[in-house]
C-alpha cells in the first residue's frame, strides 16, 4: 500500500502548488494550517470513500460534472488570485511581515475547499482501498491504518514542499522572480482546473 500511496503523495497537485504559495507568501509556520485543512478534507473523501460514496459519483452524472465543475471554478479562482498577487521582493530571512493580513482559519479552509473540490480524490481512494482490505478481519481497524497511514505521509510531503520552498526565498528576492513565480503558480492551478473540466467517470 505505501508504495503505491507515496508515488501518490509525492507526485506535485494542487495541494502541493498551495502549500509553496502560502510558504512564500506566510512562511513555512502558517502552512500548517492549509496542510491540516487539506488532511481534514481528505479523511472526510477517504471516509465516504470507505462508505461507498464513489460508487454514487461513479452512477451519477448529474452529481459528478456538479462537483467537477465547481473542483474546476475553485482552482481557476485559486489560480486568477495568485497571478494577481502583488510581485512583492521577499527579503532573506524576513519574518514575513510584508505578508498580505489574511487569517489563520481562512487559510485552513482553502486546503480543506480544495481537497473536496476534486472528485479524482475519491476514486483514487475508492480504487485504492478495497485492495488492500481483508474483508474478513475488522473494517475499520484496517481502514483506520491505511487512511492514517496516507494522510500522515501527505502532511509530511505537503511540510517539506513548503520548506524547500522556503529555501528557495533568496531566489526570489527579487520583484522580476516573484512576479514569474506568481504568474507560474497561478497558471498551473488555471490548466489543473480546465484539465478537471476533461475528465470522465470513466478515468478510474
Avoid at 50 to 64: I, P, R
Avoid at 107 to 122: E, H, R, V, W, Y
Avoid at 128 to 157: E, H, R, W
Wanted: hydrophobic share 50%; aromatic share 12%.
Amino acid at each position: 500500500f505505501l508504495p503505491i500511496a507515496l508515488l501518490s503523495i509525492c507526485s506535485p497537485g494542487p495541494a502541493t502548488l498551495l502549500a509553496i504559495s502560502n510558504s512564500m507568501k506566510y512562511g513555512v509556520k502558517r502552512v500548517n494550517y492549509s496542510t491540516l485543512g487539506n488532511i481534514a478534507g481528505q479523511l472526510i473523501i477517504a471516509t465516504l470513500s470507505v462508505c461507498g460514496a464513489s460508487a454514487l459519483l461513479h452512477t451519477s452524472e448529474v452529481l459528478f460534472n456538479a462537483l467537477k465543475i465547481l473542483g474546476a471554478i475553485y482552482l481557476i479562482y485559486l489560480g486568477i488570485k495568485q497571478w494577481r498577487s502583488p510581485a512583492f521582493a521577499l527579503p532573506i530571512d524576513a519574518d514575513n511581515s510584508h505578508a498580505p493580513r489574511t487569517s489563520n482559519t481562512s487559510i485552513a479552509i482553502n486546503g480543506f475547499t480544495l481537497a473536496l473540490s476534486n472528485p479524482k480524490d475519491i476514486f483514487f481512494f475508492s480504487a485504492l482501498l478495497p485492495q488492500f482490505i481483508n474483508p474478513q478481519q475488522p473494517l475499520l481497524a484496517q481502514s483506520t491504518i491505511l487512511i492514517g497511514s496516507f494522510l500522515f505521509f501527505s502532511y509530511l510531503s505537503l511540510m517539506t514542499w513548503a520548506y524547500l520552498a522556503k529555501r528557495s526565498q533568496s531566489w526570489l528576492s527579487d520583484n522580476q522572480r516573484m512576479a514569474w513565480f506568481n504568474k507560474s503558480v497561478g497558471l498551473v492551478f488555471i490548466a489543473l482546473g480546465l484539465n478537471l473540466l476533461r475528465s470522465k467517470r470513466s478515468m478510474v
